[in-house]
């Protein structure tokens, strides 16, 4: 019957098929699930000590994201993605990071202007100013985490980077889309370098990012993202991604 009482008990059950979404999304970025590996819903809820309801709602949620592929017959097992598969990804966020850069740097942007002026996203605002000092600090953490290797910190720190970064621009949307690609590419990349020694070899120019947009240069934004995307196609390409 509705009332009270079963609106808390929407309210748990969503929160609780959040949480088991985001624990099972972390466990395959740390490379605990590997790809290909199979589980079913009841294995899952028994490992949480949960009921089968927010299981299957978040390990649905996972498929449509691209981390699982379901199985009608045989329950879910963790998507195994290819370099193929990473181009593809490299390709559609550069698009949409080079579009936000540019629509929020451009003077002559009409939408641009638009944007800025709703927003009041100028370097010279304090909201503006305090946000990216946030990213800054979340882009040094990051850079810190990849020239020890330490690719568990690093995925945490360059999520936040990059989610609170895209979030200045005022559009959740795409924000939302941007942080989907981010860490459907982490995923490829755990999967793929996990075993290997990568101290000094990952990206790690997120504060010079910050600054080129702290002074509005968007050709030397567009020219670090497109330095950072062939520098991780070339990491993943190469004989280490192999």
Known sequence: MPGTGGGNGAVTRSTLRQQ????LRDEVLAGRLQPGQEF???EIAEQYGVSATPVREALVDLSAQG???ADQHRGFRVHEYSTADYRGMIEARALVTDGLFRRYLDEKSAIGRAARA?????ADNPRTAAVLAGVRRRGEEAQRAAAAGDLNILIGYDLRFWREL???FG???LADFLHRLRVQSWVCVVQHLRTEDL???LWAEHTVLVDALTRRDPDAAHAIV???NAHSLALIEGPAGR
């Open 67 to 69: 981390l699982l592929d």
């Open 199 to 201: 101290r000094g070899r």
């Open 118 to 122: 709703a927003l009041e996203v100028r």
């Open 40 to 42: 079913t819903v009841k």
């Open 226 to 228: 497109t330095a950072y």
């Open 166 to 168: 895209s979030n200045l």
């Open 20 to 23: 088991i979404a985001d624990a």
């Open 171 to 173: 559009n959740p949307y």
